[in-house]
């Protein structure tokens, strides 16, 4: 029978051990990580389901709304999204609100096309995808973009080529955010909520997003009042989407640390709980008895 | 997540450099959960300066460039065919901002400041109304029985009627939790009851996520570490397949690890175990 | 005038903004053009002022030899590097700049936010107690939602995550658009505080 000392001295366990726990378990997966099949969110589904449907031609403007600390969970979404509109025809703009995503779309997208051109996919340079340069501003980037892209960006890069912005093919078809089909913000704060305001409301271009998991459920609103077309959450919202697309990558990888990190956890808060509990009874027990003696 | 190209500037051996650096650094900020110490405090103020350093590189070559300097000295380079004129009151504005380091002139500094924050309050209005408040009550409005492509049953039509209801009921719960103008009594008393136990729902939901991302990032740099760094120094994917063939790059990964470890324990003596001023007691 | 001129840019500029929203005419989209580009170049310079804070009390712990002088050396060091090779060599992949960034600052922000996932785990140990129904609803649905985020055995997998689904989709969206509608109310009145120069905050406390 495990006694109540041993309860407490669980809860005054050191926080040393509970790290090495948790690196145990989320490292060991990456050195044999499973495959799991997931359950697709409908969310994800939207998002998946609107970029197959569009025609070759159209253009997303796909925007690297984080920096490295989201990487993990972003990056995976990034590869995906450029992977599926690149393969089917569907022209890409990158660009970025974030200061700190001007580095990581550009290595979002040459990775990418690296990978499609050994692939044996040519993407043309400046035809199908372009890199905008970053802006600080937020809204009034969002803002300038409904009123004319090219005044906003007075350059852009293809191919490791930096031009003025009306000398690039894609350009041609791009002149206001009306003329994009989708707007996809890949973001860690809250510029999903700006496209949102400011380009779907005002100019009414589509947006979807791709947030970190923190932030997933403050755009669940947004979802059901259909201001966005969907939602990718997460890693898992990276992994689902890599499954639909067929091509598991960082995002189905990471499923193995998460599946033993969450089940560590929620063991360390049970039995949290359950130590908690069997102290307070105790107590009780032990107050009872000094009020009979 | 595969290594980045190598600096062209530097030739190929940089991306080895590198890859170094970044799992040094890596493991310098991890040696804070030890305890805090010198090396996570160098690495610490490594990070203050590159990031900096980097806003400003960036802030040169994309924004003053091209839309200060280009479009007045050079307009070519921007598809122009004159100097565009009108970038010299934004130039001015921004400039007015440095008067705040001279007392006499300081409140100049207040014209840019003002300009921005009204001309995004300006815009945030209509925006707010138009995006947030109307279509979201709007949405809120939803049909008590439900028939559509999705629920063709009666029983389907009533489940999705009474989870409209829950979601009709919810938000005017919440906003009842938020209405301080009223004591929380009665009807709004109980409003305000339900609209916390929402809350509770949602707090609960965010934190499973919110697991969910810190698990990502630990992920992300694990990842980095095995991938990366780790056949380097013989702990790579390749672990998975058997021995390493080159044992030594094991001997460097320990001696690693062991300078680590002596740093941390040197500074354990030297401060005598007590917890420094960025450490909590639990 | 010394905070009337101020007030009155504020009103203004925020005037502009906000009518322009209901005149489709070009002089209003021209307008907006020029007010958002304008935005953008005074943010720039902005940032100055940010970095000449950071370089200020660095420079001041040195002077006045703080324990921690060595370290903000390295700090400044550290940024003038950056400075010199971002503005001497470009800032495109495969530049030095980015080689700074990939494997300097990337590593280290990076390493910095996954340093929570043990915080985290460490404050779920100790913390989360059932304590009240409203704690033992919000650690329920916590519990439900870890369960539903992760690929478990294929029986369970379907029920648990449309259980998480389910959880997101209706009562926490409630609760999450109710707090939603607070907030832009809240942002509204905010808003017209500002333009109408009740809320004068963004002037500081300057006597002058």
């Keep these: ?44 589904q939207k998002v998946f389901d609107y970029i197959e449907k569009l025609p070759p031609g159209s253009v997303v403007a796909l925007c690297f709304d984080y920096g490295p600390s989201s990487a993990p969970e972003l990056d995976p979404m990034a590869y995906a999204i450029l992977r599926q509109c690149l393969t089917k025809g569907v022209k890409v703009i990158v660009m970025t609100l974030d200061i700190t995503g001007k580095q990581m779309k550009s290595h979002a997208l040459n990775r990418v096309v690296a990978q499609l051109e050994q692939e044996g996919v040519k993407p043309v340079a400046g035809d199908d995808y372009l890199d905008l340069p970053y802006q600080p501003g937020y809204t009034a980037v969002v803002l300038g973009m409904g009123e004319d892209v090219h005044k906003v960006f007075p350059i852009g890069t293809a191919g490791g080529k930096t031009q003025p912005i009306g000398t690039w093919p894609l350009m041609d078809r791009v002149h206001t955010m009306r003329d ?114 | ?182 004591p929380h009594k009665g009807v709004l008393g109980a409003g305000a009851r339900f609209g916390i136990w929402l809350l509770m729902v949602a707090f609960g939901a965010t934190f499973g996520n919110t697991v969910m991302a810190r698990i990502s990032l630990l992920i992300g740099r694990l990842r980095f570490l095995h991938e990366d760094w780790g056949p380097m120094v013989g702990l790579g994917p390749q672990m998975a397949r058997g021995p390493s063939a080159q044992p030594w790059r094991f001997a460097v990964a320990g001696l690693l690890l062991l300078a680590l470890f002596g740093v941390l324990a040197w500074h354990e003596r030297r401060t005598g175990g007590r917890p420094t001023s960025t450490e909590t007691e639990e | 005038m010394r905070r009337t001129l101020p007030l009155t840019i504020t009103f203004l500029a925020g005037l502009v903004m906000f009518a322009q929203f209901f005149v489709p005419h070009k002089l209003s989209q021209d307008a907006l053009t020029y007010m958002t580009d304008w935005m953008r170049i005074i943010g720039a310079f902005a ?50 700049f980015d080689w700074g960034f990939t494997y300097v600052f990337m590593p280290l922000d990076a390493t910095m936010f996954s340093v929570l996932a043990f915080f985290m785990a460490s404050a779920a140990y100790r913390t989360f107690r059932a304590r009240t129904p409203e704690a033992t609803l919000l650690l329920v649905a916590s519990l439900a939602l870890m369960f539903g985020r992760i690929p478990l055995q294929r029986a369970l997998d379907p029920h648990l995550a449309g259980v998480a689904e389910w959880i997101m989709t209706w009562p926490a969206t409630a609760a999450k658009r109710g707090i939603l509608l607070g907030v832009a109310l809240g942002s509204m009145a905010m808003s017209l505080r500002l333009l109408l120069g009740i809320e004068r905050s963004h002037l500081g406390t300057g006597k002058e």
């Design chain 1, 180 to 293: 994009l089909s989708l707007v996809v913000d890949l973001a860690s704060s809250n510029t999903p909520t700006m496209w949102v305001l400011y380009g779907a409301s005002r100019f009414g271009v589509k947006v979807a997003a791709g947030v970190t998991a923190v932030m997933v459920m403050d755009y669940y609103p947004f979802l059901q009042s259909k201001q966005l077309v969907g939602l990718l959450g997460g890693m898992k919202g990276a992994a689902e989407y890599e499954q639909l697309l067929k091509k598991p990558g960082l995002g189905m990888s990471g499923m193995g640390g998460q599946k033993w990190g969450h089940l560590v956890i929620i063991a360390f808060v049970v039995v949290g709980n359950i130590g908690y509990f069997a102290s307070r009874r105790a107590a009780r027990r032990a107050a009872g008895a000094a009020e009979v003696g």
């Design chain 1, 1 to 44: 029978m495990i006694g109540v000392n041993f309860w407490e001295r669980l809860q005054r366990l050191d926080r040393r051990v509970i790290f090495i726990l948790i690196a145990a378990v989320v490292a060991i997966p990456l050195i044999w990580p499973p495959r799991p099949k997931l359950q697709i969110s409908p969310p994800t």
């Design chain 2, 1 to 182: 997540m595969p290594p980045a190209p190598p600096a062209q500037a530097f030739g190929p051996e940089a991306t080895i450099i590198g890859i170094w650096i970044g799992a040094l650094l890596t493991l310098a900020i991890y040696s804070f959960l030890y305890r805090d110490n010198p090396i996570y405090k160098l690495a610490e103020h490594v990070f203050v300066g590159v990031s900096a350093g980097y806003y400003v590189g960036v802030t040169f070559w994309d924004t003053v460039v091209p839309k200060v300097w280009q479009p007045l000295f050079d307009p070519f380079a921007v598809g122009r065919d004159r100097p565009d004129l009108l970038v010299i009151p934004p130039a001015l504005l921004g400039l007015l901002i440095f008067t705040r380091f001279f007392p006499r002139a300081s409140w100049l500094a207040r014209m840019p400041i003002c300009f921005v924050i009204g001309a995004g309050a300006g815009a945030a209005i209509p925006a707010a109304v138009q995006g947030l408040v109307m279509k979201h009550v709007s949405s809120t409005m939803l049909p008590l029985y439900v028939h559509d492509d999705t629920h063709k049953t009666v029983a389907a039509g009533l489940v999705g009627g009474a989870q409209n209801l829950l979601l009709i009921v919810g938000v005017i719960s919440v906003l009842c939790y938020f209405y301080f103008s009223k």
């Design chain 3, 47 to 96: 940032l100055v002022l940010g970095i000449g804070s950071l370089i200020q009390r660095h420079t001041g712990r040195i002077r006045q030899r703080h324990p921690d002088a060595a370290f903000s050396a390295v700090a400044l060091l550290c940024f003038l590097g950056m400075v010199v090779l971002g503005i001497g060599w470009k800032t495109e992949e495969g530049s030095p």
